[in-house]
T-cell receptor, first 110, second 113 residues
């Protein structure tokens, strides 16, 4: 059983489009995260939600909007995609212990 | 901005060799974690160290947290091809619900058979 699952795994789209990435965890964790990993493999926190409430919001452009309909889901919507948004986006969850990561969504902007 | 610098950035060695990866910062962290990430997958936790000077062993891997809790090292003995991957250290500042992790710059290890 997949603990933290992200869809889609690959996303190829054109500059200016709007896209969403979905994340679901079946671990019963209260906290979920979105990370961005750039082409140099540097992994940086973007957002975190605890029980549907935003608790971490790094200096991310307003074009990125996370939404947590319930504590098992944390989706990421990106408006007006730019070339610099190309990266691998990871979702993670935590329930008091370590963070568990999904397998990532590779976003490529043409 | 807290920064965790890892060295070396890249490492290619032969099976059976030993290696050490370093993770350094000017900031103090309450905990230090090491992850391994394989292509197409997310990072997987290897170990968490929380006490200054702490040493933990995981089979052929030895992890150490610096006395001042600003740095850490990962030593692999007799490396195997299965050890190949991206190694990431991550500093944590617990004491809240956030568990915000600051990730290191990464070390890409390739072990040749």
């Amino acid at each position: 059983d997949t603990a933290v699952s992200q869809t889609p795994k690959y996303l190829v789209t054109q500059m200016g489009n709007d896209k969403s990435i979905k994340c679901e965890q079946n671990l019963g964790h209260d906290t979920m995260y979105w990370y961005k990993q750039d082409s140099k493999k540097f992994l940086k926190i973007m957002f975190s939600y605890n029980n549907k409430e935003l608790i971490i919001n790094e200096t991310v452009p307003n074009r990125f909007s996370p939404k947590s309909p319930d504590k098992a889901h944390l989706n990421l919507h990106i408006n007006s995609l730019e070339l610099g948004d190309s990266a691998v986006y990871f979702c993670a969850s935590r329930g008091g212990g370590p963070q568990h990561f999904g397998d990532g969504t590779r976003l490529s902007i043409l | 901005t807290q920064l965790l610098e890892q060295s070396p950035q890249f490492l290619s060695i032969q099976e059976g060799e030993n290696l050490t990866v370093y993770c350094n910062s000017s900031s103090v962290f309450s905990s230090l974690q090491w992850y391994r990430q394989e292509p197409g997958e997310g990072p997987v936790l290897l170990v968490t160290v929380v006490t200054g000077g702490e040493v933990k062993k995981l089979k052929r891997l030895t992890f150490q947290f610096g006395d001042a809790r600003k740095d850490s090292s990962l030593h692999i003995t007799a490396a195997q091809p299965g050890d190949t991957g991206l190694y990431l250290c991550a500093g944590g500042r617990d004491g809240g619900a956030t568990n915000k992790l600051i990730f290191g710059t990464g070390t890409l290890l390739a072990v040749q058979p």
